[in-house]
């Protein structure tokens, strides 16, 4: 929506999560060179395996745990639809599974086609953090997947070591699944560490992981994705995987994998994000505007109350009809919209962008405060 309305106002679009940046040379020429070479047919229903034995290597490199690359990986059309096949696989009618919001707007409407009853418990702000305890009293024995998302989907939070513990604990006595969403892996700040549930055993032998390639190589339109999990839940995700799209785009999957030989090319990542983050930050010290604080994503939370009390819709609304630039009122990642404050701001864009949106939200500061 936030997209179109900046479209048809000509806003600076700071809404949307995608850079504004232009993708490695070097993997379009790769992908190029493999449509040139006759790479163009089917791939295998489960991907290439060059691309499953690459990822199962980083994934061996840089958290401890073996993947099996023919039974327990498999590379999807995106990360949404990684998860739409995992919650339709393994969720049933009579089912609930536990979201944790503000959330990631794919993930309810999977749950409901699924036939299973979504539980919801909010974060904590403004640290964006899980209240375990509510977690834990929302487990009941209809319980069967709870979904967590790090880093973190609208709020730039992330999961720390003592959080995946607590999860750890909370499940061990159980057969409930975790869903982790993980596109943003790679981009997380301050000297953070990524806690993947690969990380810990007891929790990646009950969890599905989800990954995003557009994510990782600002190629979100190529919409190409992989899902980890063990093998008897993937033969399950594949039976989904095989009738929705059956394979994903052959030579991104051959460009891919020989992308992925050089590992910097992910690794620079926190430090280019964090960058962006850095200077949209600067942009705006001195303004009304406060930051909530992000760790990773590329995504940053704005509180506007010092300049108005407008619903966050309303106000969103009028700084792309007004004042020329597009951010996402953070109230739409819950189920009953709270009234709040707070905006979703994209900072992984260039400094052109940022200087732009950034120059039309102080005009909005100045003239709402006048």
Not at 167 to 178: A, E
Not at 255 to 279: C, V
Request: glycine content about 4%.
């Amino acid at each position: 929506m936030m997209t179109d309305l900046a479209s048809q106002h000509n806003a600076v679009n700071l809404s949307q999560g995608f850079p504004d940046f232009s993708v490695s040379d070097k993997l379009i020429n790769l992908v190029t060179t493999y449509m040139k070479n006759g790479y163009n047919q089917y791939a295998p229903m489960p991907g290439i395996i060059e691309l499953r034995e690459k990822i199962a290597e980083k994934f061996f490199n840089l958290y401890n745990y073996n993947y099996n690359p023919d039974t327990e990986i498999t590379i999807t059309s995106g990360a949404t639809q990684a998860i739409y096949a995992t919650i339709s696989a393994l969720v049933q009618e009579g089912d609930e599974v536990i979201i944790i919001e503000p959330a990631y707007d794919s993930y309810v409407p999977a749950v409901r086609m699924a036939g299973a009853t979504p539980v919801f418990i909010q974060m904590k702000y403004p640290e964006f953090k899980i209240e375990w305890n509510d977690l834990n009293r929302a487990i009941n024995s209809r319980t069967k997947l709870i979904i967590i998302n790090t880093p973190h989907n609208p709020s730039g939070s992330v999961l720390s070591t003592e959080d995946m513990e607590k999860l750890q604990k909370t499940i061990s006595s159980s057969k409930i699944m975790v869903l982790s969403d993980e596109v943003y892996e790679h981009i997380v700040f301050d000297g953070y560490e990524h806690q993947s549930v690969a990380r810990f055993p007891h929790l990646a032998e009950r969890s599905i992981i989800v990954g995003s390639f557009g994510k990782l190589f600002h190629a979100t339109g190529w919409k190409t994705g992989y899902c980890l999990a063990p093998a008897e839940m993937m033969k399950e995700i594949r039976k989904i995987h095989q009738f929705m799209v059956f394979c994903v785009n052959t030579p991104i999957q051959y460009a891919l994998a020989e992308f992925l030989k050089n590992s910097d090319t992910f690794l620079h990542l926190p430090a280019i994000f964090q960058e962006r983050r850095n200077y949209f930050g600067h942009l705006l010290n001195n303004s009304l505007y406060k930051l909530t604080p992000s760790a990773g994503t590329y995504f940053q939370i704005i509180d506007y109350s010092a300049i108005s009390d407008e619903q966050d819709v309303d106000f969103a609304i009028r700084l792309v009809k007004d004042f020329g630039v597009a951010a996402i009122p953070l109230s739409v990642f819950y189920r009953e919209k709270p009234k709040v404050n707070l905006l979703r701001v994209c900072f992984a864009k260039s400094n052109e962008t940022l200087n732009a949106g950034v120059a039309q939200l102080l005009k909005a500061q100045e003239k709402l405060k006048a």
